[in-house]
């Protein structure tokens, strides 16, 4: 039986799919195999000793302990793309709230109508060019990050007639192939930041990330751009843009991460983390996540993991090793030469490394003793090793 902690409320999508009998699934359950987690914070929380995977439904991880996790041979999971298609629509949303002043005229209507010597109907068409503002077609976006969401943005945004720019120093070929052929991608951000009329930005919130975009970016874009941040808080330094926005060079910012600071400027659209905010995209991320932890848990498949390389192997055995190790030198080796020594025979075996970490999975033609795995287990570099049988 397998012991899920959650951490945060988790769609019954996805908790549905964890059978009741294999696995013990609630917040009260201690000792737990693995967690399921949304945005509760974790950085102080105390791993017990059982604890092999931490599943996290949505994309970021800011809220996990990623070196920490690594170190005590724990695979932190996320869940990219589940949230996609919900984001996507909320950037549709906030572009055309940055063109034209919609927040401000509907808050104007309604104080009309809350004076009782005003005729609605008259003074909205006197008062309306108040908030005009420009369309979206023939206009220049620029998409920063071209990952699920960013893909899918370029491509919606071609559909409503914009002409789109999109960089990604780390573009896969997976993304590539998701992105219309009608897209401009740049190997260099300053070509887009020269051409956009609009720009929106997706990538993860890391240390090279931070204030990805500040004063000197914004003095390379053209004057009266219009930003957008659906992505994460720390990727736009506030004061810059604040200072931005109070001399026009920023004609209008919407910000999905609202702060004391950013909410009081000038042509600020905040938004209450609204992006993945719809019932499908929770029902996504649960059922990603849990089937990840499960699939990890009982099969010793990994699959995006933000910490481990992704292993993914048929089983060809009657016992399996799932082994996390440092990435030195001489590891499969070892790992092989006390196999061979103990008589077992190696069915499949794979290994891929992710920075200074690595995962081996190897499956073999017979039940491995534990005197055997605690001698791989005694193997320098070795942080983990769990032996799953068929």
């Known amino acids: 039986m397998y012991r899920i902690k959650t951490l945060n409320k988790i769609s019954a999508a996805g908790l549905n799919l964890l059978d009741q009998t294999r696995f013990q699934v609630g917040g009260d359950v201690e000792n737990e195999d693995g967690i399921l987690v949304r945005s509760a914070a974790m950085h102080d929380y105390p791993f017990p000793d059982a604890l092999r995977a931490i ?87 620029g998409v920063i990050g071209l990952g699920a969401i960013g893909a899918l943005v370029c491509n919606v945004a071609l559909e409503l007639g914009m002409d789109v720019y999109g960089y990604d120093p780390f573009l896969s070929v997976n993304a590539a192939l998701r992105l219309d052929r009608h897209v401009h991608v740049v190997q260099n951000v300053e070509e887009l930041y ?139 080796t070892q790992i092989t030469t006390i196999l061979s020594d103990e008589g077992v025979n190696v069915e499949n075996l794979t290994n891929k490394s992710k920075k200074e970490f690595a995962y081996t999975l190897v499956d073999v033609n017979s039940r491995i003793k534990d005197d055997v795995a605690d001698k791989l287990r005694a193997i320098p570099g070795m942080i983990r090793v769990r032996v799953l049988n068929h």
Request: hydrophobic share 40%; with cysteine; proline share 4%.
């Open 55 to 141: 599943a996290r439904a949505g994309a970021g991880t800011n809220n996990i302990p990623i070196d920490r996790c690594s170190e005590n041979g724990i695979v932190v999971f996320n869940t990219p793309g589940a949230n996609a298609n919900a984001v996507k629509e909320l950037v549709i949303a906030a572009l055309l709230l940055a063109s034209r002043d919609i927040v401000g005229g509907c808050n104007w209507v309604r104080e009309q109508v809350a004076d009782d010597s005003v005729k609605v109907e008259d003074v909205v068409e006197k008062g309306k060019a108040a908030f005009a503002g420009p369309e979206l077609y023939h206009k220049t976006l």
């Open 194 to 332: 020269r051409v956009s009329d609009y720009i929106t930005i997706h990538v993860p919130y890391t240390n090279d990330t931070k204030d990805f975009i500040n004063s000197d970016t914004i003095a390379k874009m053209k004057g009266h751009v219009r930003i957008l941040n659906l992505a994460r808080g720390g990727l736009v330094n506030d004061d810059d843009m604040l200072e931005a926005l109070e001399s026009g060079r920023v004609a209008r910012y919407v910000t999905d991460f609202p702060d004391e600071k950013i909410c009081r400027g000038k042509n600020v659209i905040a938004m209450p983390h609204l992006g993945a905010s719809t019932p499908e995209s929770e029902e996504n991320c649960a059922r990603m996540a849990a089937d990840q932890l499960k699939e990890y848990l009982v099969n010793g498949n990994i699959r995006n993991s933000v910490n481990l390389p992704n292993v993914v192997q048929e089983w060809s055995g009657i016992c399996r090793l799932c082994l996390i190790h440092k990435n030195v030198p001489a590891m499969l």
